[in-house]
């Protein structure tokens, strides 16, 4: 099924691919063939304009591509963060920070830019090729950080004064339009075997780029205070990367806290149903050595009914958390299971127009489940109360119990659950608050902010 799903995607992105590259093309040759349509715009400030806003895109790529490394500690995002910071400084620094201090036309494109984004360039389409991750990231992050910087210095050493022209300008994109044709097969192909959301907006950046590129090989400007139609190309390359990359961010944020809820389920099972197991087979070890069978048989089949619940609740918590089940039905769910023994009591009542996003919704899911859990193995309640619903612009969750209630502080020592409790409410941004007293009962209340 995934395979399927996969080679559905992929087969739909290069559709999109082809289609590109035809209206692209056909674009290209239309401007070719009617001279009054790519006559470039002479409009210097515009052009100052766009390299600046060339420079904040590559930018915030490079963060967005640091705080994904940061996720996931990828050499794949390394090569990225480095390559998009090189394309952002050379513009920023090249050919932004140079017009405004030279206030020259000559100071708006200089070849210290061009080859600071060839560079870039370069990283970015070998990103595609490494495997493997890194321990230090910061640490990571920091020298690849230095490296650019000590890069961009010296390339500025060396084309310092440099003057070329329309010649070397086709020649640098012609190099150019290549890299950009290597990257977009690459993250393609890449694309077609992972089946990773963000190779594909590479790759359509990529080939958005090499268009762009194209068009300046076989139309170079004749002077840098012109503006052509490929440099609003580029920047759309740079808006739909941007895009591309928080996407992945995002998807990274969840299946990292869907890999901490399958390891915490694991440790679950391993605490809970494991006892149960060794409860089971004790008693049947002890029926085999002539033990009492009308005291043993009870307590035997009290242990498989216990295992059995355990079994069920890591069930439809491994269901929750791989997002595989909705978030109101699998609540309900998991309240019935708890509730099947008429041991608690519980109430549930969520107001269909409070929306949560899925980190949020793993993250409310553990909370219920620890408050509840607490009210039943604890606090010895016999009825609980959980609401889900809108106060004002805030989103309000609450679990109340009957049950003996406690100390703060003391429950902190004892280890009911309180610390994970606050320490999911921080991570979706949350504010938590515990209200209880012996004999009281509790009340847990999570604020979340709309």
């Avoid at 995607?9 to 063939?33: K, P, R, W």
């Avoid at 090989?217 to 490929?230: D, I, M, N, W």
Wanted: with cysteine.
């Amino acid at each position: 099924m995934r395979q399927t799903r996969r080679r559905d995607a992929f087969d739909s992105f290069l559709s999109g691919e082809v289609l590109l590259v035809a209206l692209m093309a056909a674009a290209l040759a239309l401007f070719l063939s009617r001279p009054a349509l790519r006559s470039p715009y002479d409009l210097p400030q515009l052009r100052l304009v766009l390299w600046s806003l060339y420079a904040a895109g590559a930018a915030l790529i490079a963060l967005l591509t640091a705080i994904r490394f940061g996720v996931d500690g990828r050499r794949f995002d390394l090569l990225l963060f480095a390559g998009f910071s090189a394309i952002a400084l050379s513009w920023a620094a090249f050919a932004v920070g140079r017009s405004v201090v030279a206030r020259s036309e000559n100071g708006i494109e200089t070849w210290a830019s061009i080859g600071g984004v060839l560079a870039g360039w370069v990283v970015i389409t070998c990103a595609p090729f490494v495997r493997g991750g890194v321990e230090a990231r910061r640490k990571a992050l920091v020298e690849t950080l230095a490296l650019v910087i000590a890069g961009l210095a010296l390339t500025w050493r060396l084309t310092d004064g440099a003057v070329g022209g329309a010649r070397e300008r086709v020649a640098a994109s012609a190099v150019l339009a290549l890299l950009n044709l290597v990257a977009a097969v690459a993250f393609g192909e890449r694309f077609r075997r992972r089946g990773e959301d963000l190779d594909r907006f590479l790759a359509l950046g990529a080939t958005l780029t090499l268009a762009a590129s194209v068009e300046a090989v076989f139309e170079p400007l004749t002077a840098v205070r012109y503006v052509s139609q490929g440099d609003f190309v580029r920047l759309l390359a740079y808006a739909l990367l941007v895009v591309g990359v928080c996407r992945a961010i995002l998807a990274s944020e969840l299946g990292r806290a869907v890999a901490e809820e399958r390891a915490r389920v694991a440790r679950e099972i391993h605490d809970g149903l494991s006892q149960y197991l060794f409860a089971i087979s004790t008693h049947a070890a002890m029926l085999h050595a002539g033990a009492d069978p009308d005291e043993t048989i009870p307590k035997l089949e009290q242990a498989v009914r216990a295992a059995q619940t355990e079994a069920r609740f890591a069930t439809l918590a491994l269901s929750s958390a791989a997002g595989s089940a909705p978030f109101d039905s699998a609540l309900r769910r998991y309240v019935d299971f708890l509730a099947a023994d008429g041991v608690l009591d519980v109430e549930l009542e969520i107001d269909s127009g409070v929306r949560l996003a899925p980190d949020e919704q793993i993250e409310v899911f553990r909370i219920v489940q620890e408050g509840l859990a607490n009210a039943r193995k604890h606090a010895e309640a016999r009825r609980a109360w959980v609401t889900i619903r809108r106060r004002g612009s805030e989103r309000l969750v609450t679990v109340r119990d009957d049950g003996a209630g406690f100390n703060a502080p003391e429950s902190e020592a004892a280890g009911l659950g309180l610390t994970n409790m606050r320490k999911r409410t921080a991570a979706i941004g949350g504010d938590f608050s515990l209200s209880t007293a012996p004999g009281r009962g509790t009340a847990v209340e999570v604020v979340l902010r709309s």
